[in-house]
């Protein structure tokens, strides 16, 4: 079946502008995490949402960042004013409910210029 | 919070040798250990996971060890061949379901 999808897979912006990137996780999954791969290091934790309990944001860096699931499904995380240290790769992960493993998607490249 | 360190950053082995990568966690609360291979431009793939009530898992060419005691968990790959070739990532979690704290990798390079 249709595994996470991430989009877009690439996005270059300018400094100071705003970003949405989105993620489809699984469907039926009720678990949806944001992580962040900055160049050759590991994935450091943003954000976990589980059906519809109040989000876990505690990894969220700045409040230059926010994410959203809408109906249980998408997931849209947004960076505010993006600086270059936001550069990196965004990986969006669904878990089943019940379930122990983290499906990962291929991940958002956002360069900023 | 969860620390997880991982060793060595990059391993070079000749094909069909084994492969091991070691992890180190903090938090004695810690109950679940998977790990992920990714690929250049991929997402992480889960390729094997562990229980914290079980000491050891295999999966054909793969496995796992855990010790509690000691906090330490280590991947194994015998008769290592170039598909294998990939970053790997040792990670932790309570419950199972909560967010899993990352090591940084293990660049792996298998030599033809």
């Known amino acids: 079946g249709a595994g996470v999808s991430q989009s877009p897979s690439n996005k270059v912006t300018e400094k100071g502008k705003d970003v949405e990137l989105r993620c489809d996780p699984i469907s039926g999954h009720t678990a949806l995490y944001w992580y962040r791969q900055s160049l050759g290091q590991g994935l450091e934790f943003l954000i976990y949402f589980q059906g519809n309990s109040a989000p876990d944001k505690s990894g969220l860096p700045s409040d230059r960042f926010s994410a959203e699931r809408t109906g249980g499904s998408v997931s849209t995380l947004t960076i505010q004013r993006t600086q270059q240290e936001d550069s990196a790769v965004y990986l969006c992960?669904?878990?089943?409910?019940?379930?122990?493993?983290?499906?990962f998607g291929p991940g958002t490249r956002l360069t900023v210029l | 919070g969860e620390n997880v360190e991982q060793h060595p950053s990059t391993l070079s082995v000749q094909e069909g040798d084994s492969a091991v990568i070691k992890c180190t966690y903090s938090d004695s609360a810690s109950n679940y250990f998977p790990w992920y291979k990714q690929e250049l431009g991929k997402g992480p793939q889960l390729i094997i996971d562990?229980?914290?009530?079980?000491g050891e898992k295999k999966d054909q060419r793969i496995a796992v060890t855990l010790n509690k005691t000691a906090k330490h968990f280590s991947l194994h790959i015998t008769e290592t061949q170039p598909e294998d070739s990939a970053v790997y990532f040792c990670a932790a979690s309570r419950f199972g379901n909560e967010k899993l704290t990352f090591g940084t990798g293990t660049r792996l390079t298998i030599i033809p």
């Open positions: 562990i229980r914290s009530n079980v």
């Open positions: 992960a669904s878990r089943a409910g019940g379930g122990d493993t983290q499906y």
